[in-house]
């Protein structure tokens, strides 16, 4: 299993332009979600979703878009970047539901400029 | 604020020493768990321990969990310079829809 993986691994945006962040698992996981992680704030949770056709807000989801058409798939849509979404975007999964053991992607870190 | 707190924030120490890093959180918990992130990397799950458990060993690694102290210990024996990493605490507070919180790390260094 490649357990989950997430592209790019790093990238670079200019301030307004938009992309998306791929987050992928073969695990069978029907929980997935997004976190950011910032230095002295930890990971804060972005969006989350606990099925396929299901996504919901987690703490900080403004500027931010996901949909989950697939169990496997769940990517992040930056609108419109801002300097302030500069950070390293994680991707995990667990079985069931947010309190099971993560499994966390690689990350991904931004820089908007 | 974060309900899980770790403590310390850094700690350097010698290869073979044993290193102990403390979480504290504020409300009542289901379960606490614990990560290890290495430099640029994701997190990985190292135990998990629940309400119920008192203390909970994998390999080098002893978890202890205090509910009334509200508090939780990390252990690591014996340690090696593959044990740098940042490590993290997560709870959850066991009730309809409780998230999963994690505290902002104690980031460890293991001299060889």
């Known amino acids: 299993n490649a357990g989950v993986t997430q592209t790019p691994k790093f990238q670079v945006l200019k301030t307004g332009q938009s992309m998306t962040l791929q987050c992928a698992q073969d695990?069978?996981?029907?929980?997935m979600s997004w976190y950011r992680q910032d230095p002295g704030m930890g990971l804060r949770l972005i969006h989350y979703s606990v099925g396929a056709g299901i996504t919901d807000q987690g703490e900080v989801p403004n500027g931010y878009n996901v949909s989950r058409s697939t169990t496997e798939d769940f990517p992040l849509r930056l609108l419109s970047a801002a300097p302030s979404q500069t950070s390293v975007y994680f991707c995990?999964?667990?079985?069931?539901?947010?309190?099971?053991?993560?499994?966390f992607g690689p990350g991904t870190r931004l820089t908007v400029l | 604020s974060q309900q899980g707190e770790e403590d310390p924030q850094a700690l350097s120490i010698q290869e073979g020493e044993n290193a102990t890093m403390n979480c504290s959180y504020k409300t009542s918990i289901n379960n606490l768990q614990w990560y290890r992130q290495n430099s640029g990397r994701g997190l990985v799950h190292l135990i998990l321990?629940?309400?119920?458990?008192r203390e909970k060993h994998s390999g080098r690694l002893r978890v202890t969990l205090d509910t009334s102290k509200k508090s939780s210990s990390l252990l690591i024996t014996a340690s090696r310079a593959a044990d740098t990493a940042s490590y993290f605490c997560a709870t959850d507070k066991g009730t309809s829809g409780s998230r999963l919180t994690f505290g902002e790390g104690t980031q460890l260094t293991v001299n060889p």
């Open positions: 695990m069978n996981h029907e929980y």
């Open positions: 995990a999964s667990s079985y069931y539901k947010e309190t099971d053991t993560q499994y």
């Open positions: 321990i629940r309400s119920n458990e």
